[in-house]
């Protein structure tokens, strides 16, 4: 076992080491400083084992902490018509049920498992379980400290807090025992990564009874949760018996592996032919128009389904939405005063919706599919000036398409706020439209820029650059936390406004100077 453990961090160090070293290698400003023979520099691999041995103490910890901070505190303190302590150990137990067939690890088929039980031909036995028993130690490791900050800011008792990891890790493994109890009556394999319709509608409304039932005052009472969750410790140790005693760890990950390597081909393929069935191959679609407008003008019109399909099912979702405010306010007449304030303090919150509802990653997918994927071998088209009138023409486009539903939002958001009660100084109405009308354009921008700076895709549409990869993180990591900001709806307004115009220039200027070295096919 300590063999087997040994090799195990080796390996999942040293893939995590020279990924690192790849990402590193695409950083522009430093891809001309570090040698070509990097991964061969010791003070390299060093430095690279150090972030690796962090992260993977950051990792016990930090994904824990904003699973209880904000799935569960956060969202909690929008509920203020059920205790404390009640509201608390409902949503950690519903959560922590869609935990056990959402995030397993002996049913995660990764590419360590790959290599190490079909390469290297390892037991497969003592490697997943010295792989399953580490993660489990992980996981009450990590909860420990956050279970009992947070349960005592909650109100619950000590030793419940204490005990709450334990449970989490207990019905991981009791459920684990039963799928590969599953497995020896009908030979089937379970896999975290092929969840099917029915698993995803249960999901879909464990998910609405374990937000949507405490909105409306209702929750699981205290005692029956804090029971079914201390059931879990008991249950866990029976399920260990089960985890430690199976005898076919290689069969299961032999159908795991095999089963996931084929799904990707399928999907590969399956992806390229949705692809061309969404594009029209209607051959009396033309244009009048000249150069660049011309293409851009056949491109637009050929993929219309793939172009405006889901941003108009989220202009008709963000309609319904407004709609049935609107109606609960007039049903409701005591809450519009707190709907009132929450419009004139948490703009900021919408930078988060803005972000998800943007169709800028998939824009730019589908220009890189079945349009850059040509033409960037032609040298003229790499040209500064055509790029730059490309770009203007596409930034235009795409701001069309997400504009649509920011619109309907922003209107939304204004009658809204008049419903509620209204405000002392009209500019506010222009401000919120504007506003919510400028973080669409701004992530629009953002994602057409990032793509002609850093060109991600290979032939194969995979994402190979470590750059955009963490340019796209740090957009995700700022949008979301944007939604902790509370600040006066006109001055974070005007701010907007001026930050989004300022950004227009600014990539204007950097895709005329940089995009004709960036933009270009990757191997």
């Not at 909650?154 to 709450?164: M, N, S, T």
């Not at 896999?191 to 405490?214: A, D, M, R, V």
């Not at 409306?216 to 059931?231: N, Q």
């Not at 900021?348 to 349009?371: E, H, Q, S």
């Amino acid at each position: 076992m300590n063999k087997t453990l040994k090799i195990s961090f080796s390996l999942k160090n040293t893939y995590r080491v020279n990924t690192i070293l790849y990402s590193l290698k695409q950083i522009p400003l430093l891809k001309k400083v570090l040698p070509e023979s990097l991964y061969k520099v010791k003070a390299f691999k060093i430095l690279a084992n150090i972030f690796s041995f962090c992260w993977e103490i950051i990792s016990v910890f930090l994904g824990k902490f904003i699973y209880l901070a904000f799935m569960i505190c956060e969202a909690g303190l929008l509920y203020s018509g059920s205790p404390k302590r009640q509201t608390f150990l409902h949503l950690l137990l519903l959560l922590t049920i869609m935990g056990d067939y959402l995030n397993t690890s002996v049913f995660n088929p990764s590419k360590d498992k790959y290599y190490a039980m079909i390469l290297m031909r390892m037991n497969a036995k003592e490697y997943t379980l010295v792989n399953y028993l580490y993660s489990t130690l992980k996981v009450i490791i990590g909860f420990l400290p956050f279970t009992l900050w947070f349960g005592v800011k909650w109100g619950l008792p000590v030793w419940l807090c204490i005990l709450l990891p334990f449970s989490i890790a207990g019905s991981k493994l009791a459920f684990t025992s039963v799928k590969l109890q599953n497995y020896e009556k009908g030979k089937t394999v379970y896999s975290e990564n092929s969840i099917g319709n029915f698993t995803w509608l249960f999901t879909g409304i464990l998910l609405g009874i374990t937000y949507g039932l405490p909105a409306l005052g209702i929750t699981l009472p205290e005692l029956l949760s804090a029971g079914i969750l201390l059931i879990f410790i008991p249950a866990g140790l029976i399920g260990l018996k089960k985890v430690l005693s199976f005898g076919s760890y290689r069969e299961v990950n032999q159908q795991l592996l095999f089963q996931t390597m084929n799904q990707m081909d399928a999907v590969a393929n399956m992806t390229k032919e949705m692809s061309q069935k969404n594009i029209s191959a209607d051959l009396s679609i033309n244009s009048s128009r000249e150069g660049f407008e011309y293409l851009n003008d056949l491109f637009i019109k050929r993929h219309q389904k793939i172009l405006w399909k889901s941003t108009k099912r989220i202009a008709i979702v963000c309609t319904c939405l407004i709609s049935a405010v609107i109606l609960a306010l007039h049903l409701k007449p005591a809450a519009k005063k707190e709907t009132n304030e929450l419009i004139l303090t948490w703009l900021p919150y919408f930078v988060w919706i803005m972000y998800c509802i943007n169709r800028g990653t998939d824009f730019t997918k589908a220009l890189f599919m079945n349009c850059d994927h040509s033409l960037l071998t032609y040298s003229f088209y790499k040209q500064p000036g055509y790029i730059l009138k490309l770009f203007q023409i596409r930034l235009r486009e795409i701001i069309k398409i997400n504009v649509y539903p920011a619109f309907i939002i922003g209107i939304g958001l204004v009658l809204i706020l008049c419903f509620s009660g209204g405000t002392k100084n009209p500019v506010n109405y222009l401000v919120i439209l504007i506003s919510i009308l400028c973080m669409s354009i701004f992530f629009s921008i953002h994602h057409l820029t990032i793509y002609y700076l850093l060109q991600p895709f290979n032939s194969g549409t995979e994402v190979k650059s470590g750059t955009y990869r963490i340019v796209t993180s740090l957009t995700y990591i700022l949008s979301f936390f944007m939604m902790k900001l509370h600040m006066s709806t006109l001055i974070f307004g005007i701010m907007t406004i001026v930050f989004c115009i300022i950004y227009s220039i600014a990539a204007c200027i950097l895709v005329y100077k940089l995009a004709p070295k960036t933009f270009r096919l990757r191997t």
